[in-house]
């Protein structure tokens, strides 16, 4: 992909969803109909962080390329530069995956 042309404000991120197998463990192909969003992403940009009560910067502990889960219904999508992409806070990622 070309560089984002989007730079996310305060403590938001924006996150490429990764698509889920379509096949189960014992190889049963689970349709389009049936499947769950995934809950899993890739990083692409992140904000330059929110300020705490002192107005003091809190950078943020994610970075771009990686890998995190998320809430089942977290984030806003958009669809910037023909590519769907999700905008959330960054208290809305649970976890890194290592």
Do not use: C, N
């Not at 197998?21 to 992403?41: F, L, M, N, V, Y």
């Amino acid at each position: 992909m070309a560089k984002l042309k989007f730079r996310p404000l305060h403590d938001r991120v924006v996150v490429r969803r990764i698509e889920a197998e379509a096949k189960t463990t014992g190889g049963i192909i689970i349709p389009d109909t049936a499947k769950e969003k995934p809950q899993e992403g890739e990083v692409i940009a992140v904000g330059p962080g929110g300020r705490d009560e002192a107005g003091q910067l809190i950078k943020p502990d994610v970075r771009a390329g990686d890998k995190v889960l998320f809430g089942k219904w977290s984030g806003t999508e958009v669809k910037l530069d023909g590519e769907e992409l999700l905008i959330m806070k960054e208290a809305d990622i649970m976890g890194v995956i290592a």
